[in-house]
T-cell receptor, first 115, second 114 residues
């Protein structure tokens, strides 16, 4: 069974802290994504990566960075957490190239609260 | 560029009634289209997808969707709602190349009234 695992379901951090959200997939997918989910706004793409050490900005990259040192792992970093980054964060992975199995697979989400 | 518009942030139906959730897309290339469901405090689960071929797509839990190119629509339907269908539903679009991002709509919360 395919699996995307996020390291934490719930996190509470203080303003100004550096925060790491970790995501691991076991499907050998080339592409990985970080989305942020807020009520009424749906899922908004923060960053995605199409290969090891490669990254592309999504729609709302400000205040975030990412790291992909290994194919199976994609980390989201909040350099200095702020209260407006309180949200649900969803990691996803997806196979690259034309394929019938081209959907994105999601982790369970990390609900981050910044106080 | 691609985008998705979901009409109605909240939809209420009676148990046993037809479910219709609307999705319109915009894409400069032939799109891949998806519907996902999210139950409270969980990640997203794929309901169904359209890539190529048959325009009427059947998914899990009795849901189906029809790709209508002329209307740029991909509406989700289920003939008879069940209480367990109460969840949030997201329509999504991507270009038919896997390295491209998947763009999501704002979601529709489905309430099923007993």
């Amino acid at each position: 069974d395919v699996k995307v695992t996020q390291s934490s379901r719930y996190l509470v951090k203080r303003t100004g802290e550096k925060v790491f959200l970790e995501c691991v997939q076991d499907m050998d997918h080339e592409n990985m994504f970080w989305y942020r989910q807020d009520p009424g706004l749906g899922l908004r793409l923060i960053y995605f990566s199409y290969d090891v050490k490669m990254k592309e900005k999504g729609d709302i990259p400000e205040g975030y960075s990412v790291s992909r040192e290994k194919k199976e792992r994609f980390s989201l970093i909040l350099e200095s957490a702020s209260t407006n980054q309180t949200s649900m964060y969803l990691c996803a992975s997806r196979i690259r190239g034309p394929s019938m199995n081209t959907e994105a697979f999601f982790g369970q989400g990390t609900r981050l609260t910044v106080v | 560029a691609q985008s998705v518009t979901q009409l109605g942030s909240h939809v209420s139906v009676s148990e046993g009634a037809l479910v219709l959730l609307r999705c319109n897309y915009s894409s400069s290339v032939p799109p891949y289209l998806f519907w996902y469901v999210q139950y409270p405090n969980q990640g997203l689960q794929l309901l169904l997808k359209y890539t190529t071929g048959a325009t009427l797509v059947k998914g899990i839990n009795g849901f189906e969707a029809e790709f209508k190119k002329s209307e740029t629509s991909f509406h989700l339907t289920k003939p008879s709602a069940h209480m367990s269908d109460a969840a949030e539903y997201f329509c999504a679009v991507s270009a038919p190349w896997g390295y491209q991002k998947v763009t999501f709509g704002t979601g529709t919360k489905l309430q099923v009234i007993p």
